[in-house]
């Protein structure tokens, strides 16, 4: 079995078609999204309807948490704010409800996923460092726990001895550790590549691959200005900021 795993979607249509379409073609037959697949970008509506009909385990990130009810968004930062207002007016009722019902910790196969941390999922804390990935680890009892939030591909591993961060590279995974793995974002990536950020795990050999695909950026782009959303939302999905 081949699952193709992936996070932060947020509204890129033109991202979420490559990563698909390259899935297929490394013969995945299994797909998980670890949430956010609106706000920000300019498809919210097409890539939920997507992800939806693919019928696959998906978990609650705090885009979709917020453009499923009605939450404040004065706290939040205005460009975001403005993206989120925007998306939910872009979004039916129902598309909404189906985002608002998401589960935030799942469980599938011999693995779990969430979109930020197992400890306390509704913090949406951001793990950038092994110190972030410890708190994790206390509450993961699977040996791989994969996650998103950041937009940054990484790899933490717990053995006996202590926690430690690995470059996002293919991995086997070795039996008597644990692996917390963020598998970076499609739809806008904040490692410095814009190119859409996807992992596959290949169940039958234990080994995770990270895959980075190009897309259609200027389409991306120019539908970001055409929606009138915030320009700076163009520019860095072109720079992966
Ligand atoms: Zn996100």
Redesign the pocket.
């Known amino acids: 079995m081949r699952i193709a795993i992936f996070s932060?979607i947020?509204a890129n249509l033109e991202a979420l078609g490559a990563v698909l379409a390259d899935a297929k073609e490394q013969n995945c037959d299994n797909y998980i999204c670890l949430g956010?697949v609106v706000?920000y970008n300019a498809d919210p509506s097409a890539c939920l309807d997507i992800i939806r009909e693919m019928g696959c385990p998906v978990v609650k990130?705090?885009?979709d948490m917020d453009c499923g009810h009605d939450t404040s968004l004065e706290m939040m930062n205005p460009v975001a704010a403005e993206a989120l207002q925007w998306t939910r007016e872009q979004l039916t009722p129902d598309q909404r409800k189906w985002l608002a019902r998401l589960r935030m910790v799942r469980q599938v196969q011999d693995f779990s996923i969430v979109h930020s941390t197992l400890d306390q999922p509704t913090s949406w804390n951001y793990v950038t460092n092994k110190f972030d990935a410890i708190a994790n680890f206390t509450y993961q009892v699977s040996p791989v726990c994969f996650h998103?939030?950041t937009?940054v591909p990484r790899i933490f591993i717990r053995d006996q001895k202590q926690v430690k961060e690995a470059p996002a590279e293919s991995i086997q995974i070795e039996e008597g550790k644990k692996y917390f793995i963020n598998t970076g974002?499609v739809g806008?990536p904040r490692d410095g590549d814009w190119r859409a950020s996807y992992a596959i795990y290949e169940l039958t050999t234990h080994t995770i691959n990270f895959r980075r695909i190009e897309y259609d950026l200027e389409t991306a782009q120019q539908k970001i200005l055409d929606a009138g959303l915030p320009e700076s939302l163009a520019e860095r999905i072109g720079l992966g900021m």
Do not use: I
Request: cysteine-free; aromatic content about 0%.
């Open positions: 932060d947020h956010d706000g990130g705090n885009h998103g939030h937009h974002s806008q």
